[in-house]
């Protein structure tokens, strides 16, 4: 069974800086050929798509309201995956969620059935 495991949020003030990690784990994990998506969940909203690694190359992508503010990249000896957050908005808070075992396209992540997601870690930004 994979686990995968979000950490790093946190309550930070408008232009802050956060960076989040998502680490898997468990028998059967092979996180070297993972892509790897983050998603974010605001209150009373959808879970919406943030950015995305490949797990080759790697290629990466993000949403446009992220481009040039966040970066995700990923550390395979670690198993683990970053997405740094800078000159956070208010409109950033939400629940961010990993997803490891995605299909990548050449600007799309789509979850897979076969794929596994953490539990979400809580993202507070305030003004």
């Known amino acids: 069974q994979v686990q995968v495991v979000e950490s790093g949020g946190g309550l930070v003030q408008v232009g802050g800086s956060l960076r989040l990690a998502c680490t898997t784990s468990?028998?059967?994990?092979?996180?070297?050929?993972?892509?790897v998506g983050w998603f974010r969940q605001p209150p009373g909203k959808e879970r919406d798509f943030v950015a995305a690694?490949?797990?080759?190359?790697?290629?990466?992508f993000y949403t446009a309201s992220v481009k040039g503010r966040f970066t995700i990249t990923r550390d395979n000896a670690k198993n683990t995956a970053y997405l740094q957050m800078t000159s956070l908005k208010p409109e950033d808070t939400a629940v961010y969620f990993c997803?490891?075992?995605?299909?990548?396209?050449?600007?799309?992540?789509?979850?897979?059935?076969?794929?596994?997601w953490g539990q979400g870690t809580q993202v507070t930004v305030s003004s």
């Open positions: 690694i490949s797990w080759s190359d790697p290629a990466t």
């Open positions: 997803n490891a075992g995605g299909v990548m396209g050449e600007s799309s992540y789509t979850p897979s059935d076969y794929g596994y």
């Open positions: 468990g028998r059967g994990s092979t996180f070297s050929r993972y892509n």
